[in-house]
Structures are given as C-alpha cells and as structure tokens.
C-alpha cells in the first residue's frame, strides 16, 4: 500500500518506542526508515524485519563493543541503528580521512541515513560500502552503486564508512512510499505496545453507557 512519508515517520516512531528504543533513537530511526523510503527503498519493512529480529535483545549486546579499530557487538551481529547513530557522532573522524570499519551489520542499509546525517554536519559527501555495493549520500542526495539483492542484504560481514566520496548519478527524494502490507502489520504491532492497558475507570469512561441504563 502507499502511504505519505509522514504517516511512515509516524509509525516507525511509534515501533520503535514499542520495540524498546530510547526516545531520542526512536525519533532518529523514524527519520531514517522515511529518508530510505523517499529514494524508493522498502525502509520500513527492514525496520519491521531487524525490530523482530532483535526483539527483546539488551541494547548493549547490539552495540559497538569498542569506537576503536573494527566495531562489532558482543552479539555477534551488529544493529545498523545504533551503530550508525555512533558513527554519525564520530563522523569528524572521517573528515580527517579515516575510514570507520565494522564488522557483522544487521540490515545495513538502515545505516545509510546516518551516513546522511554525517554529511551535513561534515559539509561533504560520506559514502557506506559493503559487498560489492557503495551508496553515497550528501545529506540531500542519494548516488547508489550495486546489485539491489545486495543493497536488500539482511547482513554484512564487513561495513565501511568514509568521507571525500564522489557523488555520481544521485537521485532525488520522493513524497509518498509503497510498503509491504505485512511489514506495516509488524510495525503496528510494536506500535501496540506502547498504548497503556485498559482499566475498569477508563472503560467507564469509554464509549457506551457504562453502568448507566436509560433505555
């Protein structure tokens, strides 16, 4: 089904909290899966595949163990989202030309938009490499290289990062996204658990007479 890129950012938001992510990642995955979806990538179905997979996980076992040398997580899979959130905050580090490795990503395609942010803030292109694909962003534009079965890829044995990248044949964003019905399901139902349960006073105070009977 279509839908708006706001009612996309609005319901990842909402999985996200409901899958465990503080608040301020959950703001910052929102925007991620609508950048993805805005350059025709199926953004919210990987954020509805990587929410279940790594549902009821401690955040700290998808973590970077280290900012140093190659990332990985004590896990052995690493989250996309956490670990591009960190790179985003490291990003002066490849402005002085060094390159930020990891190792065993998790959907790192989610990764991308971060690097996007990174752009901004360095006033220049960063570029996100793995198998055989390279995608490079400059916070407003998308240039993408590689096979899309790679770029779709649920893992990553190795991720890199690095700025001064060239930008070549970049694409523009779009307005609306398709997304996969089942994918919008699964995010619904993360979304679910962060409405607060009914109680007997707020069923009272629900539609209908409660206990009141002026038939």
Sequence with gaps: MSYSLNEIEAMSKRAGRGAGLAWGLAEEVAKSTRWLSAFGFPGAQMLAELLTLN???????LS???????????AGRMSPLIAGAAMSD????????????????SFPLLLVPFA????LRLRGPVAVSWQGVCLTTDGQRLAVQGARAAILAPHADA???????????????????????????????FARRTYAPATESSRLLGAGAGLSDTD
């Design 159 to 189: 991720l890199h990062c690095a700025a001064a990248a060239e930008m070549r044949g970049a694409r523009a964003p779009v307005l609306r996204a398709e997304v996969d019905p089942v994918a919008w399901q699964s995010l619904q139902g």
């Design 55 to 61: 549902d009821r996980w401690p955040a700290v076992d």
């Design 116 to 119: 996007a942010g990174a752009a």
């Design 64 to 74: 970077p163990a280290t900012l140093s040398g190659i990332w990985s997580a004590p």
């Design 90 to 105: 490291c990003a002066v580090r490849m402005q002085a030309g060094q390159r930020i490795a990891m190792e065993n990503v």
